[in-house]
Every structure is written in C-alpha cells, then in structure tokens.
C-alpha cells in the first residue's frame, strides 16, 4: 500500500510565479490535511479536505492560497503570486476518517523555495 | 488558543541510554489525543507515538513510551536503549479540539544520538 504521495518534492519559483503542489493520499483514505513548516519551526495546520469539501481552512491564508480535493484525482494546494515569505516545507497528511479516531500519515514534503 | 510547548531546544543521549523529551499542553477540552512525531535529516514527519486523553494507562511501542500527566498537563517522551537511527526532531502535537484536522504542534526538540 502507497504512502501519502507528493509532488513535486521541491519546487522553485520567482516572486509572483504560481505554486501548485500535489497530494495523493493513501488507498482508502477520504481526507485530506495541509501543513506548512517555516524553516525552524513546527508544522502550522492550513486546511482540512474530504473529497470534494473543505471542512476546515482556519489556518489558510486569506489570499493566494486555495486547496482543493476534486472527486477524482489528487488534492491540489495552490498557492498565486508567491512571495519569498512563502518558501517553507508543505505536508500532506491523510486518514481514512477524521484524526480524532485514527492516525494519519504525512508524506514527504514538498519543498517551495522563492527567489 | 490551544498551544504546545517544547521547552527543551536540543538534547543528546549517548547510544544505549534512556532520554526524556518534555511536553506540555494546554487545552479546555476533556478528551482529546496527543501524539509525538519523528521528523528524522530526511525531513519526513514519522508518527512515533499516540495517547488518547481518556485512557489511563501510558502508550507504549518498543523503545518508545510516554509519561501522561493530564492533570499536570504533561506528556514526556522516554526513549529506552537510544540507538543513532534516533537522530532526529521530535514533535510533540495535540489535536484542537473541536476539530477533526488541526494538530497543534510544538517547536520541536532536536535530539542528538552520540556513539
């Protein structure tokens, strides 16, 4: 059985370029997180996606940033006219259900770096 | 707001020794779930360890235990028979409450595993 997958693993963007980042969660699992590292810290919660449905973007910010996770296909973070403040480590993580039952498992990371 | 605290930056154990990493939460909810994560030089978030607040008796996986102390707030990692593989940054996280996505991390513990 696959891991969370993502792609690509780096990425590098002039300022105002666009991000799109990939997910594809593990078989059987219906939802979807988003988590963004600053160098030096912690993971900080973006979104929550089932299929087709945000549940929860309180940690998204309010512009440039959007997520989806279509009926088909992988979940999808993007993020327009990045600035260099965006460059971080973005994780994806997906469970079968919500966490609070269940582990969930985080991918590889894909590393966004602005110049 | 719910937080997480690591209060020790960095630590190192010699190979073979037991280490304990600290933790401690804050949280107005009466059930929720903390975890530890592992996020070794390869960068990828490995979950190590999972407590949920209802059960009484402290999780355990092989080298791995925890010391919970919900009225203290508190939630140590032990690590037994330290081995250099145990290189890596330790998250401790808890779930938001209310919420079925949004893990609160901690910033982290750099552990150093010397031979």
């Known amino acids: 059985n696959a891991g969370v997958m993502q792609n690509p693993r780096h990425l590098v963007r002039r300022r105002g370029q666009e991000a799109r980042l990939r997910c594809s969660p593990m078989?059987?699992?219906?939802?979807v997180y988003w988590y963004r590292q600053l160098p030096e810290e912690g993971l900080k919660f973006m979104v929550y996606?089932?299929?087709?449905?945000?549940?929860?973007e309180s940690g998204m910010p309010k512009e440039r940033f959007s997520a989806e996770f279509p009926k088909e296909g992988p979940s999808i973070l993007r993020i327009q006219q990045v600035v260099r403040g965006d460059s971080a480590a973005y994780f994806c993580a997906s469970s079968p259900r919500g966490i609070g039952g269940n582990t969930i498992y985080f991918g590889e990371g894909s590393w966004l770096t602005v110049v | 707001a719910q937080t997480v605290t690591q209060s020790q930056p960095e630590m190192s154990v010699q190979e073979a020794e037991t280490v304990t990493l600290s933790c401690t939460y804050d949280t107005s909810e009466s059930n929720y779930y903390l975890f530890w994560y592992k996020q070794p030089p390869s960068r990828q978030m490995i979950l190590v360890i999972r407590?949920?607040?209802?059960?009484?008796q402290n999780a355990t996986e092989n080298r791995f235990s925890v010391n919970f102390q919900k009225a203290a707030k508190s939630f140590s990692l032990k690590i037994s028979d330290s081995q250099l593989g145990d290189t890596a940054m330790y998250f401790c996280a808890s779930l938001k409450g209310g919420s079925q996505g949004n893990l609160i991390f901690g910033k982290g513990t750099k552990l150093s595993v010397k031979p």
């Open positions: 407590q949920e607040a209802y059960k009484q």
């Open positions: 996606l089932q299929k087709e449905n945000i549940i929860d």
């Open positions: 078989k059987g699992h219906s939802h």
